[in-house]
Each structure stands twice: as structure tokens, then as C-alpha cells.
């Protein structure tokens, strides 16, 4: 395939950047996060006894810029290492009557890590973990299989807002008013939507929210968030805590321990300060944007790359309709393509984009401009044509 192949290499400006379900990217990334990192090192470098405050007030600022992203009410939030630490803390917190017998409820095509970490918790938690399957030859779950699946057994419901796979959205109005009259629990993991789709915590109202700051957001790893409805969260006992689990973290009596009062208490040791404080750049930066212009651009982007598709050889594997997806365009690589050695090619030219199994998975941007969406079609037909 690589001797065929002789498109010229395009500027790395960021132009074809489709990695926005994975790492997001804003102007001046590097250099605000660089900035943010030098100031950490100076408080924490600092020959004074200035440090604790200062990081804990970088954390802060993150939680409150999440809050305001989420409209999530002040004290029902709190940083997380990653959404699979977020979700069992969650769990492992609920009153027993919310698991113990009853079923957990997943969609097959959920972010996997979270389904490794509810498989293995089922036997401890007494829970049965059922997961709504994809139809044969489909490429997300349908929303009507999971309400069909969704009966009053099930004391908890994780939904999915976007796919990773298909870029599916969920309908959650439907979804949550089923869960409610089902008499369930219900959180959702907004990882590959949040930043580019409008979410509330509170439109429809949920019982938990996790995510990390990455994707659409353009934050770091290790900046993950749970949030937990107010009714919820003062039912909630964390079995994983510690120090910053009380409202008084320097209290060091061992005989007096007491949960904070609000989402702290799903803190537990040292926080991940360092990937918060990384991460409020990109959290400012889409507070202060018009998120409109932002999603528009980004539909302006995916409709050129639908629309281009067929002539391609490549089978739109994402909902067609936009009420009904999130920001990235999977397609299906047409047979004889290699999905490491498209991927290959495309990086060498500048062009950003990844693959799982024989989708590719493409995702403008902010960044992501019209012409190199163009070099993106234009090198993807020649791959095409080499490989065939």
C-alpha cells in the first residue's frame, strides 16, 4: 500500500486534528498548561508553609469550573482520578438496598472499563450485572432494548450519554423518566459528550455524573469528576476513604472519624492536585467560549466528512441524524485496508486519527479546519485506491 501512496505532507498545525474523543485540544494549549504547571512548582517549591493552600485552592477552582460546566449545585462535586475510581467510589457508598439482590444495568457498548469494574464487583456487592446487548450487525445499543431490559429489579442504571465506538447519544429524557417510574438509580458516564453537548446534571435529573477532563474538554489525565444528587449523596458511606474524606482533613483523632458533609466525602487520600490544576486552562477557556459557534463548526465538519463518505468505499457507522450523535464521525474501512497502516499513513501527512478495530474514528475540532478536512479526504481516497 505505502509505495502506491504519494499525497504530500500537510502543515502540523492542528488543521487535521481528529482526536477530540481522546485528547482535545484549544489555542495555546501548551503554553496555559505550562504556565499552570510553572505555577504549582513555584508554590510547592517555595521555602514558606504556603503550598497546601495554594493547591487545594487550584482544586477548588476546579470543581467550581466543572460545577458551572454541569450545573451542578455547589458541594455535590468533587475531583476523581478517573472515571472507573468515580464510579467505585459511587458504589461502593450506596446503601445496600440499592444493590443487594438487585440488578446494575449497562449498555453493551459502554465504556468498557466501567464494565470490568461492575463485573467484578457484582459477587462483593450481591448485585447482577445485566448488560443490554448490541443487535447483530449494529453498531450501538438501542435505546428502546435498553428500556425493554430496564425492569423494577434494577436498583441501578448506568447510561452511556455518547459512545466511544459509534458516537451514539442516548436519548436521557426517555431513558431517566423510565428509570424513575422503575424506581432506579441513575448515573451517567458524559466522558465523550461533555464539553461539546450541552449536559445538566439536573435536565433530566440524575443521581450521579462521572467523567474526565479530557475529550472535548481538553484537560489532563488524572482530572476525572463524580457528582452526586443532593438527595443521594447524604445517604452515601464511601468504603473508600481517608483523611480528605472529612470535613476537617487535619483532624487526626482515629476514634472520631465523620464523612464531610457534602461530595467531599468521597474524597479519600491525597488528591491528584497536580492533574486538576492542569486541567483549569482548558475548563476557563470553554467557560469562556461561545459553545454554540463550537458545536456548529464541529456539525459543519462532521456533515463534509458524511457527505463524502460513499465515494470513499466507507459505511457511515454513526447515527446519521445529529439530534442523535455526538461530535465524532466513525466510519467502517472498506475491505483490503489495513486499520494500523491508514492510521500510519495519515500521521505521517499530519493528519490525526485513530482506529478500533476497522472503524476509524474522526472527531473535529476546534481546531480542526475545513481545508484539513479536505487533506484528510483527499489522503484517505488515495488509500483507498492503493489498497484496493
Not at 447524604?234 to 472519624?257: A, K, M, V
Not at 486519527?353 to 481516497?381: F, K, M, Y
Amino acid at each position: 500500500m505505502q509505495s502506491k501512496f504519494t499525497q504530500g505532507v500537510g502543515p502540523a498545525d492542528g488543521s487535521a486534528y481528529f482526536l477530540y474523543h481522546s485528547i482535545g485540544m484549544y489555542p495555546g494549549k501548551a503554553e496555559a498548561m505550562a504556565a499552570a504547571f510553572s505555577a504549582f512548582s513555584q508554590s510547592w517549591g517555595a521555602f514558606d508553609d504556603s503550598q497546601w493552600a495554594t493547591a487545594l485552592a487550584m482544586r477548588q477552582e476546579f470543581i467550581d469550573l466543572w460545577s458551572d460546566l454541569i450545573g451542578a449545585p455547589r458541594g455535590t462535586l468533587t475531583s476523581a482520578e478517573n472515571v472507573t475510581t468515580a464510579l467505585y467510589s459511587l458504589v461502593g457508598a450506596l446503601p445496600a438496598e440499592h444493590l443487594d439482590g438487585r440488578t446494575v444495568l449497562v449498555a453493551g457498548d459502554c465504556f468498557p472499563s466501567l464494565h470490568f469494574l461492575l463485573t467484578g464487583l457484582a459477587p462483593r456487592f450481591g448485585f447482577t450485572l445485566r448488560t443490554v446487548p448490541l443487535r447483530e450487525g449494529e453498531s450501538w445499543v438501542r435505546d428502546e432494548d435498553m428500556i425493554s431490559a430496564w425492569d423494577e429489579s434494577v436498583g441501578l442504571a448506568l447510561l452511556t450519554f455518547v459512545t466511544s465506538t459509534a458516537s451514539h447519544r442516548c436519548d436521557l429524557d426517555a431513558l431517566v423518566a423510565h428509570g424513575r417510574k422503575m424506581g432506579s438509580l441513575v448515573g451517567v458516564d458524559i466522558t465523550q459528550g461533555v464539553g461539546l453537548l450541552t449536559f445538566r446534571a439536573d435536565e433530566p435529573q440524575v443521581d450521579f455524573v462521572v467523567s474526565t477532563s479530557l475529550k472535548w474538554i481538553g484537560g489532563t489525565p488524572g482530572a476525572g469528576i463524580l457528582q452526586v444528587a443532593p438527595s443521594l449523596l447524604t445517604t452515601c458511606h464511601p468504603e473508600l476513604r481517608g483523611w480528605f474524606s472529612q470535613e476537617n482533613i487535619f483532624s487526626w483523632d482515629l476514634d472520631s472519624f465523620a464523612y464531610a458533609s457534602d461530595a467531599r466525602r468521597f474524597d479519600h487520600g491525597t488528591p491528584s492536585v497536580l492533574a486538576c490544576a492542569g486541567s483549569v486552562p482548558a475548563l476557563r477557556w470553554l467557560a469562556s467560549q461561545d459553545r454554540t459557534s463550537i458545536l456548529r463548526h464541529n456539525r459543519e465538519c462532521g456533515q463534509t466528512i458524511i457527505e463524502a463518505a460513499p465515494a470513499l468505499g466507507m459505511t457511515l457507522v454513526t447515527p446519521p441524524e445529529e439530534a442523535r450523535r455526538g461530535g465524532s464521525i466513525m466510519l467502517r474501512l472498506p475491505d483490503g485496508a489495513s486499520p494500523a497502516e491508514v492510521v500510519e499513513l495519515l500521521r505521517d501527512r499530519n493528519i490525526y486519527a485513530d482506529v478500533r478495530g476497522c472503524i476509524l474514528r474522526l472527531s473535529p475540532g476546534i481546531i480542526t479546519t475545513q481545508d484539513g478536512i479536505q487533506r484528510l479526504l483527499e489522503n484517505l481516497g488515495a488509500i483507498v485506491r492503493a489498497a484496493a
